[in-house]
Nanobody, 126 residues
Framework: QVQLVESGGGLVQAGGSLRLSCAAS????????MGWFRQAPGKDREFVAA????????RYADSLKARFTISRDNAKNTAYLQMSSLKPEDTAVYYC???????????????????WGQGTQVTVSS
C-alpha cells in the first residue's frame, strides 16, 4: 500500500507561481512512476505531468509543458510540480498519483495509476 499526501496549494494571483509537493509513504515508492492530474469544477480529471521512477522520462500535457515542471526526490519519497505563469484556468484540485511501473515508463491516463492522493486546491485569481 502507498499513501500519497499533496501539499503546497493555495490562492495565487495570475502570473504567480506555486510548487506542489506529493509526499509518499508505504511501499518502496522509489520504484513507482508518479503523475499529476487536475480537476476543475464541472470538468473531468485531466493529465498534467508524469515522471518515471528513475526521473529519466517526463511527460506533460501539451498546453502546460511551457509553464509546469515535474520532478522527484527519491531520497525524500517526494514528487513536485512547479507551476509558473499561472492563469485563472489553472484553478483546480491537483492530485498526485503513483503507478507500479518501473524503468523509464510513464503514463498519462487515470486508469494506469494505482494510488492517489486526496488532492490540493489551487486557485488562481485574475
Amino acid at each position: 500500500q502507498v499513501q500519497l499526501v499533496e501539499s503546497g496549494g493555495g490562492l495565487v494571483q495570475a502570473g504567480g507561481s506555486l510548487r506542489l509537493s506529493c509526499a509518499a509513504s508505504g511501499r518502496t515508492v522509489n520504484m513507482y512512476a508518479m503523475g499529476w492530474f487536475r480537476q476543475a469544477p464541472g470538468k473531468d480529471r485531466e493529465f498534467v505531468a508524469a515522471i518515471s521512477w528513475t526521473a529519466y522520462t517526463t511527460r506533460y500535457a501539451d498546453s502546460l509543458k511551457a509553464r509546469f515542471t515535474i520532478s522527484r526526490d527519491n531520497a525524500k519519497n517526494t514528487a513536485y510540480l512547479q507551476m509558473s505563469s499561472l492563469k485563472p484556468e489553472d484553478t483546480a484540485v491537483y492530485y498526485c498519483a503513483a503507478g507500479r511501473f518501473g524503468g523509464t515508463r510513464v503514463a498519462v491516463t487515470i486508469g494506469e495509476y494505482d494510488y492517489w492522493g486526496q488532492g490540493t486546491q489551487v486557485t488562481v485569481s485574475s
